[in-house]
């Protein structure tokens, strides 16, 4: 079950921003990400040097990404590890279910996946008669309250303490009803534990998968992840096409970028490398492992030189965490799993303009997502790229459904202004006609926007350049 | 690190569109203030807009033919001075992107090397020195987005304050956050862009100050509109307006 529907996100923003508990929630708990990795990375220069460091190993490895990508997959061939790859989500469901069938598996465990999100697996493998559970913990609270991520890092953020006591005693059987802490976490520890004994297979997602080694790389500071993907006879890894970096020695900086970023830890909990599956003579392990790598219109953003810049993230969410636009509104108004800052510009480019391009106006440009994105990802340029691609009829344009927005009114505006603007006198005359009607202008259109909240801009009487002319400033 | 010029005699000045319509006072003070220096200061009159309120609603054709007029005015090799963050930020480091593919570009990034925010260029090129004429004052600064993540010079702003000795200048706490006006952002989405402002009015309530000086009349035209509608009795002032009456005890347009 998922609670998005197709995209109205004017209704959704209304709706996000009466919900004070969710604001108060997501500003508080934002509040602490952004100084925890304002802490982490407050040498400037240090943190600098290892951000271009960052973008200079995505930028290598995109520039040879069919190639990285064949490395892997012999790579993992070699070490034992089944890799399958998946055009469209569909095809990766089917995928997940075939390796569940022919195990005769019917209960599944995972880590925390956003790939898996954009997949809407759980749902699908549900309709299929199968459970897949979530254990991570913030995972495992929006699964039991039927909602999906609010944030890629910290999905269950907009819930609080007490919402979250409530959701555990409403949805899990026997759960006493507690507001402490430790014991909402026995209480989910119990839980699980049963599960992972039980299931059949496990899932996880991938952080990075190395070429050179095939190992593929997982981070997470529960442990949950070390579980799905040791317990289960089966692991299931599943990756967006855009993960693989060259060499094993790119992952020290991009481990210390992507934590840094997303949870202001120097190193998480567990650091997980997995490169085979269990060897003979090996007491654990899965007994089989897979690689499900996806493209779902990765190929196309990448096939832009300026577009693929967006399969740069390595999904940290810091960009979330940094935007005063999520911060008043969340996760979910943005009507897909991906939210925020990176969520404006990936939405649009995979589910096309018509679906999502709206979430490009959501954007003051204040650049304080390129600020701290710890591969310099030119958030604000690519959503500036979106926007014109929203109204551009150029067949050299390469987002789907471009020129969606192109209507004769917003065109013709922009050319009064571009003719008014090139032409000094024009200008001048208009500035003059504007302020002679001042207050007395209608407010209709963007006068009507603005001045619901603010009062009327009021037009000088004389313009800079009358008072320029006026006090004798020099003009050539 | 950008290089300011040494002892410059004539500087362009590039006015803005929103001091051209709504806060002239302070495009006078700006160049009153680069007077009093002994810089010559050439207006060319027929200046209008940056271009950037094209370039970012989607329309970089629209944005690059008024940009390319504004270069073709500002032809000698003078610095050029402009009251505005978000403006000179447009100048300084888009500009060579928005004409990447034109056959002038090298031509072009001179001209984005030529640009100055006003009072990066009063600080460092002019190392200007400010005598308080004026009674005790408690003000706040806000930093448009622009001038803090582009340009850098949000220090710079508030080293001219601190430089008034009956001003006392207390800082928000939150200065780093958007104030929601974003152009065409604040009529595009206007329900969020009402929020972001209404916390940035709140923190600007907070600080107990009369007055809320900026160096940006986007954001200044944004948040005194809001305060406005609430009725708030805290005015707004650009920069440069607010300096020149501190030390001349006079309005910039007498």
Partial sequence: MTNLQPLDFEKNVARALKDKQLIKNIKSAMDTLVLKRKNIFSNTA???????????????????????????????????????????????????????????????????????????????LQKNGIEALETDLGEFIIQLNHETPAHIIVPAIHKN????????????????????????????RKTLRHKFKQADVGLSGVNFAVAETGTLCLVENEGNGRMCTTVPGVHIALMGLEKVVEKLEDLPPMLRLLIGSATGQLITTYVNMITSPRKEGEKDGPKEVHLIILDNGRSKIFADPQRRKTLYCIRCGTCLSHCPVYNRIGGHAYGYIYPGPIGKILNPQVEGLEAAGVLATASSLCNACEEVCPVKIPIPELIRRIRNESYSKDPASTVEGHGYKSNWIESLVWKIWTFINTSPRINAAGIKVLAALGLKLPKAGPLKQWTRYRSTPEFAPQSLHELVKQNGVHNE | MHTYPENPQKVYYFGTCLVDMFYPGAGMAGIKLLQQKGVKVIFPSQQTCCGQPAYNSGFPDEARTVARKQIELFSEDYPIVVPSGSCAGMMRHHYPKLFENDPRIDQIKKFSERIFELSEFLVHALNIQLEDQGPPIKVTWHS?????????????????????????????????????????????????????????????????????????????MNISGAMQYDKTSISGQHLAEFIWERINDEPSTA
């Avoid at chain 2, 104030?179 to 907070?206: H, L, N, W, Y």
Wanted: aromatic content about 4%; glycine content about 6%; overall charge negative.
């Fill in chain 2, 144 to 220: 448009s987005c622009h001038a803090l993540r582009e340009m850098g010079v949000t220090e710079d702003s508030k080293s001219l304050i601190r430089q008034l000795k009956n001003v006392e200048l207390v800082e928000l706490q939150r200065e780093h956050d958007c104030c929601g006006f974003g152009g065409t952002f604040a009529v595009k989405q206007p329900a969020i862009s009402a929020a972001m402002v209404k916390d940035k009015t709140e923190d600007i309530r907070k600080t107990g100050a009369t007055r809320l000086i900026t160096g940006d009349c986007g954001c200044l």
């Fill in chain 1, 46 to 124: 240090e943190t600098e040097q290892l951000r271009v460091l960052g973008n200079s190993t995505k930028t290598n490895a995109l520039s040879k990404l069919p190639e990285l990508l064949e490395r892997l997959e012999k790579k993992c061939t070699q070490n034992g590890i089944k890799v399958h790859w998946a055009e469209t989500i569909p095809e990766a469901n089917q995928l997940v279910l075939d390796i569940m069938k022919s195990h005769q598996a019917t209960r599944l465990v995972k880590g925390k996946s956003m790939v898996s999100e954009e997949m809407e697996l759980n749902a699908y």
């Fill in chain 1, 161 to 188: 303490k007490d919402q979250i006591s409530k959701i555990f005693h409403d949805n899990i059987p026997d759960a006493p009803y507690t507001e402490n802490v430790d014991e909402l976490n026995a209480i989910a």
